[in-house]
């Protein structure tokens, strides 16, 4: 039972553009969400959070949005760069057990 | 300040056979956690140690198992290996129990033949 979900396991975006990788999740519990950039041969690095109080949270380039009542979440990357090829995990928690359920990845391939 | 080490980075192990893994947190961390990676599955947690006791576990059969000691490190064991346990075990550690900004190291990949 896939508790969040990404259901693109690849994305290809050119240089310069928006990159939108798209999270789904089904436990209404879960209130903080976040999303891991990882490389290969390397282990996930922390990108991004969101609290579910929020609906948008923005740190330079990238961009978490959250809609509570789709359970969707969508992370932004503007403009897209060469550096940003990675794949990228969406994760989700509650306060209740603090276990932190990741997806299965979509690697991001950005264009020259 | 130096990262999460896990060894060893590569194993290769047979059926049948029990293989331990090791992994220290970044210093001042006190929380580690093991997740196991697969195509299929994506990254699936199995524990989280804090202060040498496991505070949550994963849906994982007993064959798994972990601890950690007094300077943080952890180890993870998985006994009885099948060829399913082929995987890239990654640790990750944090400053506090159950907290989000998790720092993961390389992982060590598992190999079951």
């Known amino acids: 039972d896939q508790q969040v979900k990404q259901n693109s396991p690849s994305l290809s975006v050119q240089e310069g553009r928006i990159s939108i990788l798209n999270c789904d999740y089904t436990n209404s519990m879960f209130d903080y969400f976040l999303w891991y950039k990882k490389y290969p041969a390397e282990g996930p690095t922390f990108l991004i959070s969101?609290?579910?109080?929020?609906d948008k949270n923005e740190d330079g380039r990238f961009t978490v949005f959250l809609n509570k009542s789709a359970k969707h979440l969508s992370l932004h990357i503007v403009p897209s760069q060469p550096g940003d090829s990675a794949v990228y995990f969406c994760?989700?928690?509650?306060?209740?057990?603090?276990?932190?359920?990741f997806g299965k990845g979509t690697r991001l391939h950005i264009l020259p | 300040k130096a990262g999460v080490t896990q060894t060893p980075r590569y194993l290769i192990k047979t059926r049948g056979q029990q293989v331990t893994l090791s992994c220290s947190p970044i210093?001042?961390?006190?929380?580690v956690s093991w997740y196991q990676q697969t195509p299929g599955q994506g990254l699936q947690f199995l524990f989280e140690y804090f202060s040498e006791t496991q505070r949550n576990k994963g849906n994982f059969p007993g064959r798994f198992s972990g601890r950690q000691f007094s300077n943080s490190r952890s180890e993870m064991n998985v006994s009885t290996l099948e060829l399913g346990d082929s995987a890239l075990y990654l640790c990750?550690?944090?400053?506090?129990?159950?907290?989000?900004?998790?720092?993961f190291g390389p992982g060590t990949r598992l190999t079951v033949t």
């Open positions: 994760a989700a928690s509650h306060r209740r057990d603090d276990k932190i359920i």
């Open positions: 210093s001042g961390h006190r929380s």
């Open positions: 969101i609290s579910s109080i929020k």
């Open positions: 990750a550690s944090s400053l506090a129990q159950g907290s989000y900004e998790q720092y």
